[in-house]
């Protein structure tokens, strides 16, 4: 796993940025709502060939911030602020771990947000942004996003290795309030 942007909302973008070594790789969607089954399970798989750069190759982009994704939490450098941000996305040894960084809707907390995941009836308690997809120990990744003043949700959709469960239910999701 070598990351990605991750999940954005409907009729948004997102971004990611990561040094990728020649080779055949594949592009997977691992999200599985509202149907309960992965997309990647539904076609939603694309192969991609890299190959080698002509010259030197495109420098890391310059972060603001470095976000280290552990067995189960987020550790910022520094807090996450009003404005356009890069943050660079690593994770320690352990399992690969993802950030998904939803902004919440006023009043709402991650408990709403999981809550709409599982019927997505009604408006949702918040908006995807994006993130970093998947990523395995030792490959930084890195993700942009313009955030206004309120408060946002890190969160890992991803199973983990020994019992399948989300890793946010094994407490990695953190409400971070920018301001």
Known sequence: MI?????????????????????NYAVVCMVDIPEGMPHAAMGMVLPLAVK?????????????????????GFKPTKPL????????VRTDMGQPHEV???????GKMPKDMLGW????????????????AGVAAGIPVYFSADLTAGNYVLICFL?????????????????????
Do not use: W
């Open 81 to 88: 602020v009003v404005g356009k941000q890069t943050i660079e």
């Open 159 to 179: 199973p983990d290795a020994n019992d399948g469960k989300p890793h946010f239910t094994k407490g990695m999701i953190q409400v971070v309030t920018v301001s």
């Open 52 to 72: 080698k750069a002509a010259g030197a190759g495109a420098k890391a982009p310059s972060a603001d911030i470095v976000m280290t994704l552990h067995d189960y």
């Open 117 to 132: 995941m599982e019927k997505m009836q009604g408006p949702p308690p918040g908006e995807a942004l994006g993130g970093v």
């Open 100 to 106: 998904e960084l939803i902004r919440l809707a006023p």
């Open 3 to 23: 990351g990605g942007p991750n999940a954005p909302g409907p009729g948004t973008e997102a971004n990611a940025t990561m040094n990728m070594t020649p080779g």
